[in-house]
């Protein structure tokens, strides 16, 4: 399908109560590439949010009241649409993000893994029964839905970062309304579109895409029926949904900004640290949380490391996502733009040296190349600051303890990541480490079946794996007389 036609087959008013309505008024979707406008969608105001809740809450006994197995089912179902339209699926995401269509397609699958893994999840949500201790009655723990739930995703992963939440949430019974980012709803809208094509009830699901979030927002944070906030994004944004939800009590999880450090130790196969190093740097163009934002090497093989490392960054061909040739495509806006140059900026004149890339190459478009910084001093701002681009910064350490006090001096706590050969150093290091992922000799740890979340000002609660159905369930205790 060429782009034209599949922009065509993507709706562009809002998804309320499983069907498109238009809006009030429309805001521009652009390319990233070129900042041409893709579309135009509908922009949802607080009376729609007040409509998508009414929607949600209408159908939330019934559809927290369904067979596990059916939902379970639905969910499957709507892994095999995503399996079958990935293409497209892939091609929407490079056309309103950016990445390069190589790294959209490997969102859809990750993406549509959450759907199949809590596909099978809705089954095994479990209690337990037993006999109090003064054996005077019995007790029974069961789960239960928690509510309507309000979902805020984030622009750089515009598939996955939803169906790691309405994957869990519909597997639990739970409604939800979810409001994807500005620059990027339109995988979002297509998504519902696909869950209705599957069976999904109507009224489960609406996506509110919006260029007013803080009112559509405070709209339904206000609102008493909804039960649960889940929001994906920068820790300040988080504070201050955590602070609005405050006074309705909502359940709350927040994944929030990251500072993850690469270390790689002097006993570390380099080569192989050079392969993590890059998959965990230039995922998604860097623009990613758990994305390494800062390399810290053991002085002893630091200028190996270096030498073999800016090599493969040499190898980065900007150019449009589309285009078959490019392994880099553009950042998100001008405005990320700005923000990599200031932070370069900073780092040089502060005495880092830039051994690639370092400037944005003007002309149409938001590219910034793939840069690498070596000696970079301790107060550098790249080293305290997610980045959210191609750049590496590089400082070296001696010891096993400054290594870790290095990877530790950041009030973020999401990704990190660890090389080294020795078996007792990786579980020392990764135990002394204050995150709530470690990479061991691996630079992507992104997975469906595994607890994604962090610790400090990095959020909680968790995405995937066995915990993240309980982020959507209530336990309740039932007493019974003997």
Known sequence: MDSTALLKSVPTGLWIGGEERSGASTFDVLDPSDDEVLTQVADATPDDARAALDAACAVQSEWAGTAPRKRGEILRSVFEMITARADDIAALMTLEMGKVVAESKGEVTYGAEFFRWFAEEAVRIDGRYLTNPAATGRILVTKQAVGPCYAITPWNFPLAMGTRKMGPAFAAGCTMIVKPAQETPLTMLLLAKLMDEAGLPKGVLSVLPTSNPGAVTETLINDGRLRKLTFTGSTGVGKALVKQSADKLLRTSMELGGNAPFVVFDDADVD??????????MRNGGEACTAANRFHVANAVREEFTEKFVKRMSEFTLGKGLDEKSTLGPL????????????????????????????????????????????????????????????????????????????????????????????????????????????????????????????????????????????????KYIALTR
């Open 272 to 281: 192989a640290a050079v392969d993590g190093a890059i998959l965990a740097k």
């Open 332 to 475: 998100i806006n001008a405005k990320q733009v700005a923000t990599v140059t200031e932070l370069v900026s900073d780092a040089v004149s502060r005495g880092a040296t830039v051994a690639i890339g370092g400037v944005a190459p003007g002309g149409p478009g938001n590219f910034y190349p793939a840069t690498v910084l070596t000696d970079v001093p301790a107060d550098a701002r790249i080293l305290k600051e997610e980045v959210f681009g191609p750049v590496a910064p590089i400082a070296g350490f001696d010891t096993e303890e400054e290594g870790i006090a290095a990877a530790n001096d950041t009030e973020y706590g999401l990704a990190a990541y660890v090389y080294t050969q020795s078996l007792d150093r990786a579980l020392r290091v990764a135990e002394g480490i204050e995150s709530g992922m470690v990479g061991v000799n691996r630079g992507v740890i992104s997975d469906a079946a595994a607890p994604f979340g962090g610790i400090k000002e990095s959020g909680f609660g968790r995405e995937g794996g066995t915990e993240g159905i309980e982020e959507y369930l209530d336990t």
